[in-house]
Each structure stands twice: as structure tokens, then as C-alpha cells.
């Protein structure tokens, strides 16, 4: 197979929805709100679940055991990994045979479903396995629309806008999670300052899902109107399932590499710089359990405002050149930012290194939608893309956080968590770099 370069691919392929003259301002908004809101839910959703686990452990499954119950409501935290890989290939197929509205329909209503079970299922003390059951049926639900959202949605927006602007719409929709972090910072610092205890461990918890619930319908009602994309009716084949994935691992299995390696630096950055941030504060600096909510609030507004500014600075400079910017940076600063903040760890330590990390993360975040859906030809796009993100998601992600509390627990060394981001980065941009030479011929 022959090497491909990521800008000359839209040349080669079917082109995405045409000029700016041809799309509607209303349909290009509408379009942006829905993929917004998704986005924005599902990782608002998966971050809360993740701050309240030890209250969640206690409300749905069987008490005399913290500890064990814990591990149980991370289990499932972790099936939520296994589950959708499998949802993200179901809705990219699903989306690429019947069209994107419908998927983007789907994924909202199961959203729905899995924050109703979290809102109103009565606890374990209530009505006993039960609760866990649903509990866990929730967070299956969760994982299937989660496994589809990224590909269905950044394929309908990206298919929806004029050429010139998909750097800034792809910067708007990787602003999603960084709303979700504001939102579950604000939550995590709700529940840590102002409620009590036993308010918190009694019904508090459910707030946070609560509030998601109260935008969900919304979601679900744009979505459900939208117009199909020109690029699904104009391209949509009559394939059958099966011969779609053969045509997605036969002929362009090169194209699946390079959105594998583009999602594994982008995941495995969020998850370790995002997710684990707060346990890493607590644990490892042994700062204050509010610290990491409010370098959460500080880095998810500024990743908010700079990600879409960030996007239409792509649209001038190019997304791979910018790419390669936000990389090389990242790789050069984030070990020396760890020394700092790790010799001697204060707050304000903690949240410039987080507030530095963010700025230079949200160059890369902005055009990963943008690269990611231009390798693949549109009647296969969405297929591609869940495909790759998810098991770059699956491996990258969940992983990253179970290998680095290993290798901390091994090493005891603070600086596990940037020599792991430095490694995984460095390992993926190179196979960028192999597989996108100029002059490629590489046609999809």
C-alpha cells in the first residue's frame, strides 16, 4: 500500500456538500446545535458518571462492602469500553445505509433512556438486584449511543457545511466535551461545597443526570427534523451490511490506520489530561478534593472559547501543518510542566500546567473531525470513522487509566502520566508522518 497525505485525500474523493451557497443558514445551524448538544451530553454524562462512582456504589449495589461495590460501579464503567466499539460499527452502519438523521435520532433517544434509569431507578436498599440491573442497562445504553455519536454527528455537520469553514465547524464540534467539562466541573463543585452529606449520598447524585435530562428532549427534537445531508442522498448505495465492513477492512484499511493513530493521540491525551485529572490531583499531589473542579472549570472554558478559534485558524493555515504544531509543542512542554508542578504541587500549579495543556490540546482537538472525514469516501464514512475512534477509544482511553495507575503504583514516580502521553504521541505521529508523504496516489 502506498502512503497517502491527509489534505490531498478530499481531492481524491467524493467531495463533501457543496459551496456556501448551496447550504441553507438555517439548516447549517441547525445542523451545528444538534451535534453540539450530542456531543456535549454523552461526554457530560460519561465525566459526572465518573465523579460520583463512590455515591453511585452505594445507592445501586449491595451494602456492607465500599470497597467491593466501588470495583462493581467501575466494572461497569469499564463494560461501558467493551460495548461500544460494537454500538459505534451498528449506528456508522446503521447512518451510512438509512442516512445520519435517523442515527443522530437514535443515539439521542437511547441517551434519553440511560439518564432516565440513572434519574428515577429506585436504589438497591429498595428494590435489591434489580436496581443494579438497570443500572448497568443504563450505562449499556450510554455506551451505544457514545459509540456512535463521534462518527454519526461530525459526519452530518462536516457534510453540511461549506468547504472553506469545516476547520471552524470542526473546532465547534470538538468544543462539545470541553461544555461538558464546564458543566460536570460546576456539578463536581456543587456537590463537594454546598451540599451536605447525607444530602449528597441520598439523592444528590441524581442531579447531575437530572439536568442532562432536562436537555436531552431538546436534542432529540432537533435532531429528529433535521434534513438528510446532500452528500448521504447523492452517494447512498443499496450494499448489504457485511459488504460494507468487507469494502471498509479491504480497500481501505490504510485509511482505518490513520484514523486509529489520529484518535489514539486524541483520546489517550483527553483521557489522562481530562478524565484522570482529578484522581491524580487528589491522589498523587494530595491536593484538596475541589482543586481538580476548578482546574477543570478554568481549562474547559478556555478550551471552549480557543477550539473553535483554533478551527478557523486551520481553515488558513492548514489542518495537518496545524496538527503537527500542536504535537510537537505538546511533546516538548509537557514533561517539564510536570516537574514544575509536581515539585512542591500547589493549586495554582495545578491549574496554569492544566490551563498550558489545554491551549495547546485544543490546536490538535479542532481538526481531528475535519482529518478523520476525509478519508473516507462518504457512503462509507460513518462506518470508518466509529470504527476507528471507537477502538482507539476502547484501547487508548479506558486502558490509559488502568496503565498508568499500574505504572504509578510500580514506578512511583509522578511523572508516569507525561512520559505516557509523551510515548503514545510520539508512537502515533510518527506513523502519521510514515503513512502521509506528498505526491501520494492513494486513492479511496
Not at 443558514?25 to 465518573?50: C, M, P, Q, S
Request: aromatic share 12%; with cysteine.
Amino acid at each position: 500500500m502506498k502512503s497517502v497525505h491527509i489534505e490531498d485525500i478530499a481531492q481524491l474523493q467524493v467531495p463533501l456538500q457543496g459551496s456556501e451557497d448551496s447550504v441553507q443558514t438555517v439548516h447549517k445551524k441547525r445542523a451545528l446545535v444538534a451535534a453540539i448538544i450530542g456531543n456535549a451530553l454523552e461526554w457530560y454524562d460519561f465525566i459526572v458518571y465518573g465523579f460520583l462512582a463512590v455515591f453511585i456504589a452505594k445507592q445501586f449495589f449491595p451494602p456492607g462492602d465500599d470497597a467491593a461495590a466501588l470495583l462493581l460501579t467501575f466494572a461497569t464503567f469499564a463494560l461501558s469500553f467493551v460495548v461500544r466499539p460494537l454500538g459505534g460499527v451498528l449506528i456508522g452502519l446503521y447512518a451510512d445505509r438509512f442516512g445520519r438523521r435517523p442515527a443522530l435520532s437514535f443515539i439521542m433517544a437511547s441517551m434519553t433512556v440511560s439518564m432516565l434509569i440513572m434519574v428515577f431507578v429506585p436504589s438497591y436498599a429498595s428494590i435489591g438486584v434489580t436496581a443494579t440491573v438497570l443500572m448497568v442497562i443504563a450505562r449499556i445504553l450510554q455506551a451505544l449511543s457514545a459509540g456512535g455519536e463521534f462518527a454519526s454527528a461530525a459526519t452530518y455537520l462536516l457534510e453540511s457545511v461549506p468547504a472553506k469553514k469545516r476547520g471552524l465547524y470542526s473546532g465547534l464540534y470538538s468544543s462539545g466535551p470541553l461544555l461538558a467539562t464546564v458543566m460536570a466541573a460546576l456539578v463536581g463543585l456543587l456537590m463537594t461545597q454546598v451540599m451536605t452529606p447525607e444530602s449528597r449520598d441520598s439523592w444528590g447524585w441524581r442531579v447531575p443526570f437530572a439536568f442532562g435530562l432536562l436537555i436531552a428532549p431538546v436534542g432529540y427534537y432537533i435532531r429528529r427534523y433535521l434534513p438528510e445531508s446532500e452528500a448521504f442522498e447523492k452517494n447512498a448505495g443499496d450494499r448489504g451490511t457485511m459488504e460494507m465492513l468487507r469494502i471498509v477492512f479491504r480497500e481501505h484499511r490504510r485509511a482505518l490506520m490513520v484514523a486509529l493513530s489520529l484518535a489514539a493521540i486524541g483520546t489517550s491525551v483527553q483521557y489522562v489530561l481530562l478524565v484522570y485529572a482529578p484522581t491524580y490531583a487528589v491522589r498523587e499531589l494530595k491536593l484538596p478534593a475541589n482543586v481538580p473542579f476548578l482546574a477543570l472549570l478554568v481549562c474547559g472554558a478556555i478550551g471552549t472559547v480557543l477550539t473553535p478559534l483554533l478551527g478557523m485558524v486551520a481553515d488558513r493555515l492548514g489542518a495537518k501543518r496545524q496538527l503537527h504544531i500542536s504535537l510537537a509543542a505538546l511533546i516538548v512542554m509537557i514533561v517539564p510542566l510536570y516537574v514544575w508542578m509536581t515539585s512542591g504541587p500547589t493549586t495554582a500549579k495545578f491549574i496554569i500546567c492544566s490551563a498550558i495543556f489545554t491551549t495547546v490540546t485544543s490546536a490538535s482537538n479542532a481538526v481531528y473531525p475535519k482529518l478523520m472525514a476525509y478519508l473516507f469516501p462518504p457512503e462509507l464514512r460513518s462506518t470508518g470513522m466509529a470504527i476507528s475512534y471507537n477502538l482507539s477509544a476502547t484501547i487508548f482511553g479506558g486502558f490509559s487509566l488502568y496503565a498508568i495507575t499500574v505504572m504509578l503504583n510500580a514506578v512511583q514516580s509522578a511523572l508516569v502520566p507525561a512520559f505516557y502521553v509523551v510515548a503514545v504521541t510520539a508512537v502515533f505521529w510518527i506513523f502519521l508522518v510514515v503513512l502521509h508523504r506528498p505526491g501520494s496516489d492513494f486513492k479511496v
